[in-house]
């Protein structure tokens, strides 16, 4: 059976989205919650959150890079899919050990394709992309499970990085309508 894009984001925004008194980031309360963690920590979900994204890999790609936290569940289930080698991003080198931001495949003088769960800003994505670049990495694309919608795309385009989303929040409230 094909995987359907309504089919999946009904079932990413059933298994994620939740309903009570949340304290958000920025410390407003809300009264609904998307929890991506529930689907990357649902074995089936993710194996067709990746059978998706293999689509939207652009050719040419050597590596992909994980964004910690939520980006390395997805980028290990991509890679599967398209057998392409694994980075795993960290937010800021590790002081000890082998001392690296990158870990697991080397990325210099590579193409990257950055992995990335959740967009909403972009921000992450931006930096991690320059750090990426730093350590010699080609880096032109982006992909996301789901592009929020809140600017995040516009924000990747203005630094050179093309964002390709398998869904967006639109998708997911679109699924939730009979």
């Known amino acids: ?10 079932d990413i925004d059933a298994t994620c989205r939740l309903t009570g008194r949340f304290v958000l980031r920025s410390g407003r309360i809300a009264d609904e ?5 529930r689907f990357e920590a649902d074995p089936v979900l993710l194996d067709r959150v990746a059978a998706g994204l293999a689509g939207l890999v652009p050719p040419g790609t050597e590596v992909l890079a994980g964004l910690e936290l939520g980006g390395i569940p997805v980028v290990t289930a991509l890679a599967r899919h398209v057998g392409l080698p694994c ?7 590790k002081a000890y050990g ?6 697991g495949a080397d990325v210099a003088g590579r ?11 972009g921000g992450q ?24 919608g809140e600017g995040g795309a516009e ?6 990085i093309a964002l390709r989303a398998l869904l967006t929040r639109a998708d997911l409230d679109a699924a939730r309508r009979p």
């Open 98 to 103: 082998t001392a690296r931001l990158a870990e």
């Open 155 to 160: 924000a990747l385009a203005g630094h050179g």
């Open 87 to 93: 980075a795993f991003v960290r937010k800021t080198a």
């Open 111 to 121: 193409r990257v394709l950055v992995v990335e769960d959740v967009v909403t800003s």
């Open 33 to 37: 919650y998307f929890d991506k963690y």
């Open 125 to 148: 994505v931006v930096i991690s992309t320059g750090q990426l670049r730093e350590l010699g990495a080609t880096v032109a694309h982006a992909v996301c499970v789901i592009d929020r």
């Open 1 to 10: 059976m094909t995987d359907t894009p309504r089919a999946l984001a009904r």
